[in-house]
T-cell receptor, first 114, second 115 residues
Framework: AQSVTQPDIHITVSEGASLELRCNYS??????LFWYVQSPGQGLQLLLK??????LVQGIKGFEAEFKRSQSSFNLRKPSVHWSDAAEYFC????????????FGSGTRLSIRP | EADIYQTPRYLVIGTGKKITLECSQT?????MYWYQQDPGMELHLIHY???????EKGDLSSESTVSRIRTEHFPLTLESARPSHTSQYLC??????????????FGPGTRLTVT
């Protein structure tokens, strides 16, 4: 069965510092992997996705993520965070063959220290 | 891109009332989903549909029901609302692109409070 683990419930980083949010997944075949961001009171927005090909994926707002099959991970990174990046971030995994179900992690709340 | 509309955005209702949360899209996409999300928590899939007259229950058991009579609409109904139904409900769809590449889009959500 598919599952997603985001081990960090809450992370605080200083503005301008680098960021890495962890995501580990469990899936028997090649997965679809997603990162979403949800600002307070807002809907979910897709940051980036991995389906196949280059394991380093570039997304919007300066985010990137790297798919590491050997570690079953898909960590999200940003070299320099901005105060506007404060939000909840969700990692998700889907079945490669049909996108029939998407399973979400529990989310990581990111706070930015001025 | 895909536009997904959800109404109402906010709803406060008393226990025992019947409610229907609306979700609609105009692009004719087949795959649509309902998620439930408690504040600060993860999303749980409660229903999904692959097209007209196709509905399935998701991983999280829910007392709600859905219908898909038309491609454009995927309403969710609670026959008798209870305080435990207080949550945010997110409607989503998948677009099918080239080479089996999918994109998922979410509506703005309906925040339901049952008193």
């Amino acid at each position: 069965a598919q599952s997603v683990t985001q081990p960090d419930i809450h992370i605080t980083v200083s503005e301008g510092a680098s960021l890495e949010l962890r995501c580990n997944y469990s899936y028997g075949a090649t997965p679809y992997l997603f990162w979403y961001v949800q600002s307070p009171g807002q809907g979910l927005q897709l940051l980036l996705k991995y389906f196949s090909g280059d394991t380093l994926v570039q997304g919007i707002k300066g985010f990137e993520a790297e798919f590491k099959r050997s570690q079953s991970s898909f960590n999200l990174r940003k070299p320099s965070v901005h105060w506007s990046d404060a939000a909840e971030y969700f990692c998700a995994v889907g079945a490669h063959s049909s996108a029939s179900k998407i399973i979400f992690g529990s989310g990581t709340r990111l706070s930015i220290r001025p | 891109e895909a536009d997904i509309y959800q109404t109402p955005r906010y709803l406060v209702i008393g226990t025992g009332k019947k409610i229907t949360l609306e979700c609609s899209q105009t692009m004719g996409h087949d795959k649509m989903y309902w998620y439930q999300q408690d504040p600060g928590m993860e999303l749980h899939l409660i229903h999904y549909s692959y097209g007209v007259n196709s509905t399935e229950k998701g991983d999280l058991s829910s007392e709600s029901t859905v219908s898909r009579i038309r491609t454009e609409h995927f309403p969710l109904t609670l026959e008798s609302a209870r305080p435990s139904h207080t949550s945010q409900y997110l409607c989503s769809l998948f677009t099918s692109g080239r080479a089996n590449v999918y994109e998922q889009y979410f509506g703005p959500g309906t925040r339901l409070t049952v008193t």
